[in-house]
Nanobody, 124 residues
Framework: QVQLVESGGGLVQAGGSLRLSCAASGRTLSIYAMGWFRQAPGKEREFVVAINKSGRNTYSADSVRGRFTISRDNAKNTVYLQMNSLKPEDTAVYYC?????????????????WGQGTQVTVSS
C-alpha cells in the first residue's frame, strides 16, 4: 500500500504559475504510473496529466496541454505538477493518484491509490 500527500496548492492570479507536489510513503513510487486529476465544484473528477513508471512518457488532457507538465523523481518518491499560464477555469481540487497497471491512465478506475487533494484557486 502507498500513501499519497499533495501540497503546493493555493491562490494565484490568472497567468501565474504553481507547482504541486505529491509525496509518497509506504512503498516506492517507481512501481506505479502516476496521474493528476482535478475536480471543480459541481463537476466530475477529470483527468489532467499522467506519467508512466519510467518517466519517459507523459499524457495530457487537451485543456492543459502546453501549460501543465508532470514529472517524477523516483529517488525522492515524489511526483510534480508544474502549472503555467493558469486560467480561472483551472480552479479545482487537484488529486494525485497511483496506478499499478499503468494502462489507460486517463481513466479514474485505473488508479489504486489517491491523495486527499489540494485546492488550487485562480483569480481573474
Amino acid at each position: 500500500q502507498v500513501q499519497l500527500v499533495e501540497s503546493g496548492g493555493g491562490l494565484v492570479q490568472a497567468g501565474g504559475s504553481l507547482r504541486l507536489s505529491c509525496a509518497a510513503s509506504g512503498r516506492t513510487l517507481s512501481i506505479y504510473a502516476m496521474g493528476w486529476f482535478r475536480q471543480a465544484p459541481g463537476k466530475e473528477r477529470e483527468f489532467v496529466v499522467a506519467i508512466n513508471k519510467s518517466g519517459r512518457n507523459t499524457y495530457s488532457a487537451d485543456s492543459v496541454r502546453g501549460r501543465f507538465t508532470i514529472s517524477r523523481d523516483n529517488a525522492k518518491n515524489t511526483v510534480y505538477l508544474q502549472m503555467n499560464s493558469l486560467k480561472p477555469e483551472d480552479t479545482a481540487v487537484y488529486y494525485c493518484a497511483a496506478s499499478k497497471s499503468g494502462a489507460y491512465l486517463n481513466r479514474n478506475r485505473e488508479y489504486d491509490y489517491w491523495g486527499q487533494g489540494t485546492q488550487v484557486t485562480v483569480s481573474s
